[in-house]
């Protein structure tokens, strides 16, 4: 037996002044008649009374995700607090633990949702977490965050939250899954990996759907003696430090809250430097529980066939494919000689010879939920207080086990495998669309949380091996085609195998009587290019009388002389383009001031592009332009569409 544990209330003395909440204020909740301290005509003659608890009936009750038709009821816990009214009985301090039972569906759905990384309770001290809200009417996980801290008192273990049932000194979701798993124990079971910067500890960073934001959470020390109320959560969102939206929840705009945490995110990225994940130091237990210590995978081990759209004749047959998963199972799943338990260290497999137990598990098919039965064994090598057992891999009867709670059909799995492919879907619109088709049968699918966790355990065992391999040219081919456009690669993409495509190696093939076909350029006279270059750079004429220097001079006379080299070799090339050239640069515009026409410039700065001719006009467009000049009409002018040039 462990330590007695019993809830331990705030310390109301070391409440930040700017928080804190008139004491004098609770002691007229009681009194049958009082007077409202806002507005001294409005009086209230009955004092506020909870509502009795409610509990839901067998078709409305669901743990986690339960389909309706579930034999065990299921207590209401409001987010948030009890609801109170007029005309209802007192609370009670009693009244809480039986609204919430340690070892309730509700707690179970709470540590299951914490198992599979869809809730967060993340330690950030030597005995302070931080712990995701609770749903209880949707049985799923809210937006919002709170504190937790243990004590060890003696003998007992004392438990403050700062949950608005805690911050009531009553019993809360957070502090029975803490007293239900005995947490306290689990930390001396694995090694401290407490926050680099305690004072604004980041558990939380995550990439905002179909945007170049991240979202990034932290818990931040306030000023206060009391280490759990003077903390609070600030929320970034954007891709710069210094850019995005910051939030905090004590605080409306600026405070000291916020200063410390962009501080502290500045000191790990840099300020004005884009996001780079793998620099955050995390202590969030995405993918890691306080239940469990770690999630080392799924019960379900072996290899899994891949779905049928994307199978390959050459992929091995390494078990019949069963049929689609249609019907709720008459019998027992039975534990079979593969049932395996995900350990930490290593797995453990089915003993024959130890004894085993049958455990209430959901089935989640295409269209609706199943509850079924799984047999299951004790796993020797986690400690108890883990409560992990062996349980069947399942595979041949189309089923995925992922935590001998939640199974999974294979055909389900693979539909949302077939939407991603063929329309990119993201897991929040799929998780939507089922839980619609759902709703027919009067169930209700998994949130999609839980549901990326699982996707993506079961996609690890997806045979695949070789499937991108050609089958007439091997693994190596001599020549691949690569299409697309990629900027860049991002630093945990790069590893030592990754090559250019164009990098040269001992085996590249050398072709030594290649040859370049030189001056390719439309002006093959370099010194020509060069001067006509510059000479597009026109002097203000008026700027340089007005200063009337000798330098200002100089600048205009190099620039006519240029001007008249250019038109005496555009000549030698073409008279047309000399002729045009200076039109728009010769001395007449530049004395008269006048600005080039438009598109001029962009045109001669192609003409005297040290590039191929080419880029100017191709094959096809190079016929376009001799039907044109054959017949050059104006109706004919949509024929010299085609040559690059043309538009400019």
């Not at 067998?58 to 034999?71: C, D, F, H, I, T």
Request: net charge neutral.
């Amino acid at each position: 037996m462990g330590p007695k544990r019993e809830s331990l209330p705030l310390d109301s003395g070391d409440v930040d002044t700017h928080f804190a909440y008139p004491e004098a204020l609770i002691g007229t909740v009681h009194d049958g008649t009082w007077t409202s301290p806002t507005k001294s005509v409005k009086k209230y003659h009955q004092p506020l009374k909870r509502r009795p608890k409610r509990r839901l009936d067998a078709n409305q009750s669901r743990v986690g995700e339960q389909a309706a038709g579930s034999k065990h009821g299921l207590s209401s816990i409001p987010e948030g607090g009890d609801s109170w009214d007029q005309g209802d009985p007192e609370p009670s301090p009693a009244d809480t633990t039986d609204v919430i039972d340690g070892e309730s569906q509700q707690v179970a759905a709470y540590a299951e949702a914490v198992e599979t990384g869809a809730a967060g309770f993340c330690r950030i001290g030597k005995d302070l977490f931080v712990c995701q809200g609770w749903d209880t009417h949707r049985i799923q996980p809210t937006n919002s965050w709170h504190h937790l801290q243990y004590l060890v008192i003696g003998e007992k273990i004392g438990i403050a939250c700062t949950c608005s049932r805690g911050t009531q000194n009553l019993s809360c979701i957070h502090q029975h899954f803490f007293h239900s798993y005995q947490i306290e124990n689990l930390l001396l079971l694995k090694p401290s990996d407490l926050p680099l910067d305690p004072n604004a500890a980041i558990f939380f960073c995550q990439q905002v759907p179909n945007s170049p934001e991240f979202c990034t959470i932290f818990s931040v020390k306030g000023t206060s003696a009391s280490e759990l109320r003077g903390r609070a959560v600030v929320t970034h969102t954007g891709t710069l430090p210094s850019t995005g939206l910051w939030k905090c929840s004590k605080d409306a705009g600026s405070c000291m809250h916020i200063k410390a945490a962009y501080e502290a995110l500045a000191k790990i990225l840099g300020d004005d430097i884009s996001y780079e994940p793998q620099k955050i130091k995390l202590n969030r237990l995405s993918g890691r529980s306080l239940v469990s210590e770690s999630q080392s995978g799924s019960v379900s081990h072996l290899a899994i066939l891949p779905p049928a759209f994307i199978t390959l004749n050459t992929d091995p047959l390494i078990y019949p494919r069963p049929p689609p998963f249609r019907d709720a199972p008459s019998a027992v799943l039975g534990i079979g000689k593969h049932a395996s338990c995900p350990c930490p260290g290593g797995r453990t497999y089915f003993d024959p010879l130890v004894p085993t137990t049958i455990h209430p598990c959901r089935i989640y098919t295409l269209c609706t939920i199943y509850s079924a039965e799984i047999e299951l064994q004790t796993c020797p090598t986690c400690p108890r207080i883990r409560r992990r057992f062996i349980g069947p891999d399942l595979r041949e009867q189309g089923l995925f086990n992922y935590n001998n709670k939640i199974l999974v059909s294979h055909d389900l799995l693979d539909e949302y495998t077939a939407a991603y492919v063929t329309s990119e879907t993201p897991f929040v619109a799929w998780v939507t669309v089922v839980n619609h088709r759902y709703a027919l049968s009067d169930s209700r699918f998994m949130d999609d949380g839980t549901f990326r966790s699982i996707w993506f355990a079961y996609a690890e065992l997806l045979a695949l091996n070789n499937d991108m391999t050609c089958a007439r040219c091997g693994p190596y081919p001599e020549t691949v085609i690569w299409d697309g456009v990629t900027l860049s690669f991002g630093k945990d993409h790069l590893t030592s195998d990754i090559r250019s495509p164009t990098e040269e190696t001992p085996q590249s093939v050398v072709r030594s009587k290649v040859k370049n076909h030189p001056k390719q350029q439309l002006l093959t006279d370099a010194a020509l290019r060069t001067a006509l270059r510059q000479s597009l750079k026109v002097p203000d004429l008026r700027k340089a009388q007005a200063d009337g220097n000798a330098m200002a001079t100089k600048t205009v006379l190099e620039h006519l002389d240029r001007v008249s080299f250019v038109h005496k070799e555009l000549e030698k090339q073409c008279e047309a383009l000399a002729t045009l050239f200076l039109g728009a640069y010769g001395a007449v515009a530049f004395s008269q001031n006048l600005p080039p026409p438009k598109g001029f410039e962009t045109f001669f700065l192609q003409i005297a592009a040290e590039e191929s001719i080419l880029q100017m006009i191709n094959a096809v467009a190079l016929a376009d332009l001799r039907d044109f000049l054959a017949d050059p009409r104006p109706e004919h002018l949509t024929k010299i569409l085609s040559i690059p040039v043309a538009g400019k």
